[in-house]
């Protein structure tokens, strides 16, 4: 299990101390193999996420300052169906209530993230500290280590206070919405590269030796495979699709600079488009060793893969992040894709990931920081028999990875709740827990992937054959009272909405 209090810095970024040499990643060896029963090691840490944003909803209580989130989706047409996250799950009023959920799956950690303007609602300590914003996350804690699940706290998942919002993305799709096309995203990572480090340098500094805590990055990471293994081409595209996602972050903190291959690229095309220097920033010599080594733990968050193919696309396009990389991203279409447009459920890719983490930065200590899957649909299902299906076979691909001596300690399943998803608003679910939006009270009901990953938890894995099999079925039929008390709670709604708009006196009418 985790220390208490570990500190897990953003949502996409990076991280890793590890000084062993890296290996070469054989690229051709993709054994995928049949489903393995096994069990994980002892004091394997399992959890649940949620980030601050996406759940708490009282976006303007208690002291709180504006965010981007909260600038970018008051704005007309920023996402589906105009909906916000004004007060998606009230997740900042129901605390106690979702402990009890995390306590009746027996976790052993909870990943969440603190809502930056909620305690410095202009982003800066010095103008003004919430002592409500900071009151709410230290209860939380409190009551998180008090029921022995240890905290796991993001420090930034993308709701940047609006007053210091800066230059950071490609096409305007998320907030802050400015369309910086091969330029914004880069400084961006630059800039949050280097404070991740100093973070680290002051949470080492300051606070490790009383705390006994650990810092790191939690990375979001797809897997790219080569459309052909046989092709160098395609294998070279395919670690390009790696190094400029998760390499792009992971790199310059396991070896103190950028991939060579992101410089090598986007220099060249700067220079091509007649620009002086490259786009992407460069770290000085004081800071590539101030960067290097600033972390404890690697977080992994992992959900679908990509075919990559060699394709070209010349300077003359424009600035783009998207086309300095040379490659064109492909999708089998026998991949099942039950929710989101872009995550197609593709289990083997994760084997591939972490071992490809552990051969090129010196197998680090890993934790599983996301992962899960959606849905997308105009009805209530709680027998969500798909999500199942997903963490079956992506938890299996982890532990697979484990017996080829990946280094991961632990998993986090994505989500605790359903929630505000972006710019895709609520017309997507990746809970474990189904949450009525409709209601304002925002009753949560358990889905069958609840008591399905609770098994997985009580076991450590995969025991046998017969008792997996055991599992969906128990699963199944508990979804099924939950569907009945799902319908039952519509109904009741229902009828006090119609009765709530009754007219209180009948008209009186004179008969003739």
Same mark, same amino acid.
């Given at each position: 299990?985790? @220390?208490?209090?570990?500190?897990?810095?953003?949502?996409?970024?990076?991280?890793?101390?590890?000084?062993?040499?890296?290996?070469?990643?054989?690229?051709? !060896?993709?054994?995928?193999?049949?489903?393995?029963?096994?069990?994980? +090691?002892?004091?394997?840490?399992?959890?649940?996420?949620?980030?601050?944003?996406?759940?708490?909803?009282?976006?303007?209580?208690?002291?709180?300052?504006?965010?981007?989130?909260?600038?970018?989706?008051?704005?007309?047409? !920023?996402?589906?169906?105009?909906?916000?996250?004004?007060?998606?799950?009230?997740?900042?009023?129901?605390?106690?209530?979702?402990?009890?959920?995390?306590?009746?799956?027996?976790?052993?950690?909870?990943?969440?993230?603190?809502?930056?303007?909620?305690?410095?609602?202009?982003?800066?300590?010095?103008?003004?500290?919430?002592?409500?914003?900071?009151?709410?996350?230290?209860? *939380?804690?409190?009551?998180?280590?008090?029921? !022995?699940?240890?905290?796991?706290?993001?420090?930034?998942?993308?709701?940047?206070? @609006?007053?210091?919002?800066?230059?950071?993305?490609?096409?305007?799709?998320?907030?802050?919405?400015?369309?910086?096309?091969?330029?914004?995203?880069?400084?961006?990572?630059?800039?949050?590269?280097? #404070?991740?480090?100093?973070?680290?340098?002051?949470?080492?500094?300051?606070?490790?030796?009383?705390?006994?805590?650990?810092?790191?990055?939690?990375?979001?990471?797809?897997?790219?495979?080569?459309?052909?293994?046989?092709?160098?081409?395609?294998?070279?595209? #395919?670690? $390009?699709?790696?190094?400029?996602?998760?390499?792009?972050?992971?790199?310059?903190?396991?070896?103190?600079?950028?991939?060579?291959?992101?410089?090598?690229?986007?220099?060249?095309?700067?220079?091509? @488009?007649?620009?002086?220097?490259?786009?992407?920033?460069?770290?000085?010599?004081?800071?590539?060793?101030?960067?290097?080594?600033?972390?404890?733990?690697?977080?992994?968050?992992?959900?679908?893969?990509?075919?990559?193919?060699?394709?070209?696309?010349? #300077?003359?396009?424009? +600035?783009?992040?998207?086309?300095?990389?040379?490659?064109?991203?492909?999708?089998?279409? $026998?991949?099942?894709?039950?929710?989101?447009?872009? *995550?197609?459920?593709? +289990?083997?890719?994760?084997?591939?990931?972490?071992?490809?983490?552990?051969?090129?930065?010196?197998?680090?200590?890993?934790?599983?920081?996301?992962?899960?899957?959606?849905?997308?649909?105009?009805?209530?299902?709680?027998?969500?028999?798909?999500?199942? @299906?997903?963490?079956?076979?992506?938890?299996?691909?982890?532990?697979?990875?484990?017996?080829?001596?990946? &280094?991961? !300690?632990?998993?986090?399943?994505?989500? *605790?709740?359903?929630?505000?998803?972006?710019?895709?608003?609520?017309?997507? $679910?990746?809970?474990?827990?189904?949450?009525?939006?409709? &209601?304002?009270?925002?009753?949560?009901? +358990?889905?069958?992937?609840?008591?399905?990953?609770?098994?997985?938890?009580?076991?450590?894995?995969?025991?046998?054959?017969?008792?997996?099999? &055991?599992?969906? $079925?128990?699963?199944?039929?508990?979804?099924?009272?939950?569907?009945?008390?799902?319908?039952?709670?519509?109904?009741?709604?229902?009828?006090?909405?119609?009765?709530?708009?009754?007219?209180?006196?009948?008209?009186?009418?004179?008969?003739?």
């Amino acid at each position: 299990m985790l @220390q208490p209090h570990v500190l897990s810095v953003c949502h996409v970024l990076v991280l890793v101390l590890c000084l062993s040499a890296a290996e070469d990643f054989d690229w051709t !060896k993709n054994h995928r193999g049949s489903f393995y029963y096994g069990t994980f +090691p002892t004091g394997f840490s399992w959890g649940v996420g949620s980030s601050a944003y996406q759940t708490e909803g009282a976006w303007d209580k208690d002291g709180k300052g504006m965010s981007i989130w909260d600038v970018f989706t008051h704005k007309k047409g !920023k996402v589906i169906y105009n909906e916000t996250g004004d007060s998606s799950c009230e997740g900042y009023y129901k605390v106690k209530d979702d402990i009890a959920l995390l306590k009746e799956l027996k976790l052993n950690h909870y990943r969440f993230s603190i809502s930056w303007p909620r305690i410095m609602p202009t982003g800066i300590k010095s103008d003004h500290v919430n002592e409500k914003g900071i009151k709410y996350y230290d209860d *939380l804690i409190n009551l998180l280590l008090e029921n !022995k699940i240890t905290p796991i706290v993001t420090l930034y998942h993308w709701d940047l206070p @609006q007053s210091i919002a800066v230059e950071g993305y490609e096409t305007g799709e998320h907030a802050p919405g400015m369309k910086l096309r091969g330029s914004g995203p880069y400084k961006a990572a630059h800039y949050i590269i280097k #404070a991740h480090a100093k973070v680290w340098h002051t949470y080492d500094n300051q606070w490790r030796s009383k705390q006994k805590g650990m810092v790191g990055i939690s990375l979001n990471g797809d897997w790219g495979e080569p459309v052909d293994i046989t092709s160098q081409k395609d294998i070279e595209a #395919a670690e $390009r699709y790696i190094q400029f996602y998760l390499g792009w972050f992971a790199t310059p903190i396991f070896n103190g600079d950028y991939p060579q291959v992101m410089k090598d690229y986007i220099g060249r095309k700067s220079a091509q @488009q007649g620009l002086g220097t490259s786009r992407l920033p460069t770290f000085s010599s004081q800071e590539k060793s101030y960067i290097k080594g600033t972390c404890d733990f690697l977080g992994i968050g992992h959900f679908t893969t990509r075919y990559i193919t060699q394709k070209n696309f010349p #300077a003359s396009h424009g +600035p783009s992040y998207f086309t300095d990389r040379d490659l064109a991203e492909l999708v089998d279409p $026998r991949w099942p894709d039950p929710g989101s447009e872009w *995550l197609y459920s593709v +289990p083997w890719g994760f084997r591939r990931l972490l071992n490809f983490v552990k051969t090129r930065y010196g197998n680090p200590m890993i934790y599983v920081t996301e992962n899960g899957v959606s849905e997308k649909m105009t009805c209530t299902e709680l027998c969500d028999d798909w999500r199942m @299906q997903y963490f079956k076979e992506y938890i299996n691909e982890m532990l697979k990875a484990i017996k080829d001596g990946v &280094n991961v !300690k632990g998993y986090t399943a994505w989500s *605790l709740l359903d929630k505000f998803e972006w710019d895709e608003g609520y017309s997507e $679910r990746f809970g474990l827990y189904y949450v009525d939006f409709r &209601n304002k009270n925002k009753p949560r009901y +358990p889905k069958a992937s609840v008591q399905y990953y609770k098994r997985i938890i009580s076991s450590n894995g995969f025991p046998n054959q017969k008792e997996a099999e &055991n599992w969906h $079925r128990k699963a199944i039929e508990t979804c099924s009272s939950s569907n009945q008390l799902l319908a039952a709670a519509r109904r009741k709604s229902k009828e006090n909405k119609e009765h709530a708009e009754m007219p209180k006196v009948w008209p009186v009418h004179d008969e003739v």
